[in-house]
């Protein structure tokens, strides 16, 4: 088990790194992590959702994902509340402070989908979440070391010299655990080194003596790293690229599924911004999009609150184009009801009103894997639904995509506006090129084999600089 001395020190490009490792030498490996929370979550082969994170760990070991995988998500919807999702299926929304005596009840389902793994695997390579140094939680915990003790499972603890105080952050956790939990750690691993490796030995040392746990290695910044996936939305870059095809994307402050966007970031023709609080749509802006949301009606306050209306309206009065994914495409339309309460308190909030649809909020969930043509340009696609809603209107007649032969999403009239609520579609390199193409420019990119090609290159990188083997070995 992969556990971190704080978070975003690297704990699931690690787990990912490991398990392709293990999988190129041929052992049957798959990911775990107890419990995650990320509105950035992938729909399973068993129709359920983990988090994406776990998604590209299976990738990597060369499975489909599967619930097992992240048997607890939450789902942040406010600051002091999340959706808990259990083995694929929404269970319940609750506050943060009442979660601390749910998740107790919990563990049950995580040791028999750790279980279920381990029975179909050599290997099972488990994911940590936040630190264990977080002893104020401890109590009914499923994440950290409550997980490793009931699983008889090994913890390398992991810190990241990258923002400083690395050795404080290994030995303070050492000190504040109780020691049974800190008999669960077998040694330790330093993360995203810059610079001379040896400049550190002697910080190294001092872990060692202060800990008396076992060091395996110095691991150096993975400058591939930002080719993958990411599933905190503190991980969402300015801008990236500087192809003549200005993307602009408006930061959400429930934005989810922001991976939609990755392939988009890896084209030379284009050049993505992520607009954050206070920055207006730029008038060169040549796409405009509305991404997922956690929840539709609060961003769309949000997005109001910014001025993005008045700068999109503007965007499409200049001939810019717009895409809504999911909550966006729920956005651009006349209005969004909630009458049950579903998404926060109910009643109806006036859309954008740049598409004629309108969305009313249902408690069905729609969990699915979706081929599908492209309407506009005829062209093959595939993606997935994770969604509340249903969302219908007269533009609906101008389908974005056709699934099985029905209508999917709404173009306007003059094209320049679209809504799906497909995510995932630009994976697709065909795709990606007749939208890209529909802009005026051409894509050259090969999104499939670039995450492939830079997991295996994170592979070598860990068996460059450090002790695969031992950590390997460490497995019970």
Known sequence: ???????????????????RVARRRGVSVAPFKPQNMSNNAAVTIDGGEIGRAQALQAQA????????????????????????????????????????????????????????????????????AGSPAEVNL?????????????????????????????????????AVLCPNDAAMIAGFLINKFRGDPSLF???????????????????????GAAKLPAEDALDLGGATGGGPVRIACLALSRIANFDDLDPLKLEPSVSLKMLRTGEAIPGDTTLVILPGTKSTRGDLAYLRAQGWDTDLAAHIHRGGHVLGICGGYQMLGRSIADP?????????????????VATVMTGDKRLTRVSATHAPSHTPMAGYEIHIGQTDGPDRSRP????????????????????????????????????????GVTATGHYGQSIETTLDALADHLEAHIDVAGLLALAR
Request: aromatic letters at 6%.
């Open 1 to 19: 088990m992969i556990q971190g001395a704080g978070s975003n020190v690297g704990k699931s490009l690690l787990v990912a790194g490991l398990c």
């Open 61 to 128: 070991c060369g499975l489909e994902p599967h619930t097992d995988m992240n048997p607890v998500l939450l789902k942040p919807e406010t600051d002091i509340g999340a959706q808990v999702v259990v083995q694929g299926k929404r269970l319940t929304t609750v506050r943060a402070r009442d979660y601390a005596a749910l998740k107790s009840t919990l563990m049950g389902s995580v040791l028999d989908s750790f279980n279920r793994l381990k029975a179909a695997h050599d290997l099972v390579i488990v994911e940590g």
């Open 138 to 174: 401890r109590q009914g915990d499923i994440a950290n070391m409550g997980f490793a003790r009931a699983a008889g499972v090994p913890v390398v603890l992991v810190g990241d010299i990258d923002r400083g105080g690395v050795i404080a952050q290994i030995v303070g956790t050492k």
């Open 201 to 223: 030995d002697e910080g190294y040392r001092l872990i060692e003596t202060h800990t008396d746990w076992r060091g395996f290695g110095v691991l150096p910044f993975f400058d």
């Open 340 to 356: 049950d309460g579903i998404e926060g308190e109910a009643g109806n909030t006036p859309g954008l009103g740049h598409l004629d």
């Open 400 to 439: 974005f995509a056709l699934v099985d032969g029905q209508p999917e999403g709404a173009v306007s009239g003059d094209g320049r506006i679209s809504g799906s609520y497909l995510h995932g579609m630009f994976t697709g390199d065909a795709f990606r090129a007749a939208f890209l193409k529909n802009l």
